[in-house]
């Protein structure tokens, strides 16, 4: 239980340096958010680009969250590589070679419900498929590497704590 105490001291005071520091930059923040909300609110020539950037953001705030969640296994160990990364590159690539071209995602590659029919293809190489889903990839990633934050925390606490996993003791003590 020292190690929960632990877990809960370090979880406040990181909890306790980003409100200071949120406080201690506050007008850099509200002018930000600002910006933004008047961007999205307000009517004019950037009206055409909401659309994309909003598209944007959920694109990206989903290939994060199913790396976070294949960091977590969804309770059963079940990657979502196996479920949507893996897919998503298969589908591409055959389209691609199938195609002589990378296709192009319609509507947007933010969004897209599936690709363009094919055109004069000059050909199709590793780099251009790569560069189709390399960011999806390196998102998904990075969802990942988020998802594997809170066991190294747990673990920093205990460390901190002092104490000793059982289960790992017994197993080097045969």
């Not at 055409?48 to 990206?60: A, S, W």
């Not at 990942?144 to 704590?161: D, K, Q």
């Amino acid at each position: 239980m020292l190690y929960i105490k632990t877990l809960l001291e370090i979880l406040v005071s990181s909890l306790t340096n980003l409100a200071a520091t949120c406080v201690k930059y506050s007008v850099p923040i509200l002018t930000l958010v600002g910006v933004v909300l008047v961007f999205m609110m307000a009517e004019g020539p950037h009206s055409p680009y909401k659309q994309v950037i909003t598209d944007f953001v959920v694109f990206v705030a989903w290939w994060v969250l199913l790396g976070v969640a294949s960091s977590i296994g969804l309770g059963s160990g079940l990657h979502t590589f196996v479920l949507y990364l893996g897919p998503h590159i298969a589908k591409v690539t055959i389209a691609a070679y199938k195609c002589n071209q990378v296709p192009v995602l319609v509507p947007s590659r933010w969004r897209f419900d599936h690709f363009e029919e094919c055109g004069q293809g000059e050909g199709v190489g590793f780099w251009s498929i790569y560069s189709a889903v390399g960011l999806e990839a390196f998102l998904w990633g990075f969802g990942t590497a988020l998802g594997e934050l809170p066991p190294y925390f747990f673990a920093l606490a205990a460390s901190i704590a002092g104490t000793k996993n059982e289960e790992l003791q017994e197993v080097l003590d045969n």
